[in-house]
């Protein structure tokens, strides 16, 4: 038996009328939902300190949720032959172009379906060994329900070429999103550090200076600009200074302008048909770590972005 994760958090306003099973799929995204619905039937999820078998319990708000999440002792990972858009390849590495809905890499719950499983399937033994045996060749990660690019490391001369890129903000991540209400200016930065939530640890906030918690948290920066705007919402470009997790999510919520189908960060109502969070990674530009050479690429908005799109436009 390995370890137990222990992770607490309270229910607040956002989330209150939300069935428990979606608030914890939204939180723990790296676990699948049937692992977290295996999780009420093991009695390791309770509320205000009683077992909660129900996957269909309706939160209130001031709920204190607890889960114990048991660790592995042995994760093996294997390839899987699922069909992935290689948008760029050579001996050192590949850009993938990676759909909504699909987690980067194995997680206790979430051991097949993963990028990573097709990545060994695609590059066999080729994949940098830097991240070990459950990240192979990840160098830097997209959300599950986050579509659009990243790069993946073949060699480890690579790997370590690219992190150190990422360390010092080289690399050109643009990112397609569209969020609650009209922002009034036409571009602007989010400068505030990222850390637990102290009060949901199934999420990241923006930590002030001098609160519970700050001095664990990291930088954070985040450059945005409007693109398109149809009142209710705007559709903006973000550009990743930093790479914390959740980064734009958190920092456009601080902001008041939560991403539009957030389950998370942002209202569970008034959706307008996005059954995910809308934002998508555009654009990925870089030096190549062996050959120095810049290359950049473009990812078109996928189908289920475009509708929304067209919805709000319409």
Known sequence: MGNIIREEFNITEETSGTRLDLVLSAGLEDYSRSFIQKLFEKGAVSVNGT?????????????????????????????EDIPIDVVYEDADLLVVDKPAGMVVHPAP???????????MYHCGDQLSSI???????????????TSGLLVVAKSD??????????????INRLYRAIVYSNIKEDEGTVDAAIGRDPGNRLRNAVIAKGA???????????????????????LIEAKLETGRTHQIRVHMAHIKHPLLGDE?????????????????????????????????????LPEDFTKVLNKLRG
Not at 68 to 76: C, D
Not at 109 to 119: Q, R
Not at 157 to 170: F, P, T
């Open 109 to 119: 719950g979430n051991y097949t379906g993963t990028l990573v499983n097709a990545l």
């Open 51 to 79: 077992v909660c078998d129900s996957k269909k319990y309706k939160c209130s708000k001031g709920d204190l949720v607890v889960i114990e999440i048991p660790e592995p002792e042995k994760l093996e990972v294997e390839a």
């Open 264 to 300: 998370l960060y942002g209202p569970s109502k008034n959706r307008e048909g996005a059954k995910r969070q809308m934002l998508h990674a555009a654009v990925l530009g870089f030096v190549h770590p062996v050959t120095e050479e810049y290359l950049e690429f473009e990812s078109p």
């Open 212 to 234: 519970p918690g700050y001095e664990s948290a990291r930088s954070a920066v985040t450059h945005y600009r409007v693109l398109e705007r149809f009142g209710k919402y705007t």
């Open 157 to 170: 001369r690579a790997h370590a070429g690219l992190a150190r890129q990422l360390e010092e903000h080289s």
């Open 131 to 145: 991240n070990g045996v459950i990240r192979p060749g990840i160098v830097h990660r997209i959300d599950k329900d």
